[in-house]
């Protein structure tokens, strides 16, 4: 490989480690990536929590290929193009019943960016203009632009980038590793800290609030499972109040979970969802917002030529992305993919990381449908640098994993078999075994 590096700033990467020794891979399909050497590694994480079917799948293919010769640009404004509309009649078919109109993004980001902007708008048009106020939550995670880290709980991604929006709080994440440690499926303990957003709402009044977001499962700080009852006080303190509630699905959605949504799988509905991976498995770029059908026609209301809400994309709705999206949800309903992470499977992807309990370091082991986390104690002075270390090891022997602070995520494509399962957990075992 003589290829120059210098140019190319990559993103989330240390990027000096990373050109001293790259990380490449050239083609992918199943389960495995191959380097350009020819390596083959398995897919522990889906890509990044977004292959949902597997690579190089035919039907997403073939999709995108024709779409390209057929229609590759329309613009969305004032316009539009037939896939757009069957994607999301088809797509609306499979949130929960009131969730029954979606907006295109490009991204998570710009799907959250969507949505915070629809929850003070939405008050706005309704007279309730002061509700401006946005809820975030600790260790989450919403992208990466302005709203997102706003509301977002992650310091490294909030300290550099000054003042952020005006009038964001928080609430307290809900990690308990003291009660909950080594839980399977949802912690016990816990529900109380929904109440968090009472203290909130005594301090700035619940008539100030447009809206909460939350990860109904955080996914990039390190898989944080809600305990039982979380979400449903969460609800129920919103709807006392009339905050609307966002729940970003970008990783819960489409099938991660063992059911198509986080919302349908926990049984509690939120006022807007954000998706984006997962709905093209990753193949071409793009985010939603669903939203209650009340909330859209609260917009409704002024005269018939104005345009209703000032947002969009010039790639909102992008006709190679809907191609991709229609061949996705078709893999998914022919392979029944999105519900495969329940069942006998999750059982045993659920024994096989729990099997890691005891290994050194290990001081927590959490799993939902087809996500795992593994929690590292840190090297005293270097967060992260455990971790880090296990991922090398890891890729070096043939399989791809994630981690994030201390903590090794595990989100495999969901036709992985119980052979895959073997491989990832077995190799993941094998590095702990090793590492300082
Ligand atoms: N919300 C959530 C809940 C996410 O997980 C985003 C928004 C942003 O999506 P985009 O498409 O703008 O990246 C995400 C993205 C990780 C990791 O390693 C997770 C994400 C992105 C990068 C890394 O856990 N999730
Ligand atoms: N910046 C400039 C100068 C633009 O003209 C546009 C869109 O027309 C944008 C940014 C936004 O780009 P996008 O719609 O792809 O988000």
Not at 90 to 98: A, I
């Amino acid at each position: 490989m003589h290829q120059d590096l210098d140019a190319y700033w990559m993103p989330f990467t240390a990027n000096r480690q990373f050109k001293k020794s790259p990380r490449l891979l050239a083609r992918a399909e199943g389960m495995y990536f191959w380097t350009p050497e020819g390596r083959q590694v398995l897919d522990g994480v889906a890509g990044l929590w977004c292959v949902n079917a597997g690579h190089a799948r035919p039907r997403i293919v073939e999709a995108i290929r024709q779409q390209a010769g057929e229609l590759d640009y329309a613009p969305p404004f004032q316009m539009g193009h037939p896939k757009a509309f069957e994607l999301a009649e088809r797509l609306v078919e499979l949130t929960p019943p009131e969730l029954s109109k979606v907006f295109y993004t490009n991204s998570g980001s710009e799907s959250v960016e969507t949505a915070l902007k629809m929850a003070i708008a939405y008050h706005r048009v309704r007279g309730e203009g002061q509700r401006t106020r946005l809820i975030g939550r600790e260790r989450g995670y919403h992208g990466v632009n302005f709203g997102g880290i706003s509301v977002g709980g992650m310091v490294a991604n909030r300290k550099m980038f000054g003042t952020l929006l005006a009038g964001v709080d928080h609430i307290r994440h809900t990690h308990d590793l003291q009660r909950n440690a080594f839980s399977r499926g949802q912690p016990e303990h816990g529900a109380e800290f929904a109440d968090d957003l009472e203290r909130l709402i005594a301090l700035h009044d619940a008539s100030t609030i447009a809206a909460v977001i939350v990860e109904p499962v955080a996914g990039s700080t390190g898989v944080l499972i809600p305990p039982q009852g979380y979400l449903q006080r969460l609800r129920e303190i919103c709807d006392q109040h009339g905050i609307l509630l966002i729940f970003d699905e970008v990783i819960t959605g489409f099938g991660r979970l063992g059911s198509p949504f986080a919302a349908t799988h926990f049984g509690v509905t939120p006022d807007l969802m954000t998706v984006a991976k997962g709905i093209t498995n990753g193949c071409v770029p793009m985010g939603a917002v669903f939203v209650k059908r009340q909330i859209h026609d609260a917009f409704m209301n002024g005269p018939e030529h104005l345009i209703e809400f000032f947002h969009g994309y010039t790639y909102s709705a992008h006709p190679l992305a809907c191609a991709a999206a229609l061949g996705t949800l078709d893999t998914y309903q022919d392979e029944a993919l999105l519900t495969r992470g329940r069942g006998e499977l999750a059982q045993y992807f659920a024994d096989a990381v729990h099997s890691l309990k005891g290994l050194p370091h290990v001081i927590d082991v959490r799993n939902i449908g087809l996500v795992g986390g593994i929690e590292l104690a840190s090297i005293a002075g270097a967060p992260g640098k455990r971790a880090f270390s296990i991922f090398l090891d890891c890729w070096e022997r043939g399989v791809l994993i994630r981690t994030t602070g201390d903590t090794i995520a595990l989100s495999p494509p969901l036709i992985i078999e119980k052979s895959h399962i073997d491989q990832i957990v077995g190799t993941l075992a094998d590095a702990l075994k090793r590492v300082e």
